[in-house]
């Protein structure tokens, strides 16, 4: 039984935190943002971000169900995606350049989010939320950080999108962003549906996938959602100035948050639990990289 008091506390340092980051990030990078009404877009970003959030979580939190969260997630990528490309239509028409990121970022979030929402509703629920979601104010740390995670790797876009003025034109470093983001996409398509199709198996249930990409890489997926965020980074290499790189963070972020906080940790600690008595696996754990082959 938790204690609701620890509860709050916990949930107030976690809002407090991913606030202060957030706020932080929009005054650093807003410098060359279209304004209105006083407010950036980049800020006007951050609002939807964390509104959309915290709007899910009052029926989901109510119905105790996790099931629309990764849609939401997915949903606020596109809402973002919308919003910067109008605000930033303000000033001056859209480029090619930002056209083209906004399509990556919609079919990116659509696929994912489609993904994952038919995922959790085949199998009922998420068992990350087991212990948040029969308390309100566990359940929206969750709710939080997925703000804090879109607005931070959705970053490189907004900056993008919400600029003033012309964007510069295009040129060998978008070419390699797009070249990144294509890989990265496919290895994260491929990824998923090899890991779909072994599950799908009767003769594989209780196994672990061990094929495929998932033969050079324990997390073949992360590794493709890492290298396209790096890709859509370069995207912005022409048209950033001063303190705005900061919105390079977002490629960094999403390799920490998938390999130190809500990703590869919490999958590694199913799978010992699962396989851990099983020689073959830990063979397999022992001779497969984490993310990226050749690097142990």
Known sequence: MSDPKEDARLSLI??????????????????DSVYIQGVSVVGISAIVCFGVQWLAWAPASFFQTERFYDLTGGLTYVALTAITLWGGSIDSAPGPREVIVSLLVAVWSIRLSGFLFLRIHHAGKDGRFDDLKTSPTRFVIPWTLQALWVFITMNVVIVINSQSGPSPPLGVWDAIGLLLWVTGFAIEVIADRQKTQFNSIPENEGKWIGEGLWAVSRHPNYMGETILWLGMAFFGVACFTGLEFLAWISPLFVYFLLTRISGVPILDRRAMERWGDQPEYLEYREKTPEIFPFFK
Do not use: N
Not at 14 to 31: G, H, M, P
């Open 14 to 31: 976690v809002v407090a935190i991913s606030l202060a980051i957030t706020t932080l990030i929009v005054a650093t990078v807003q410098k």
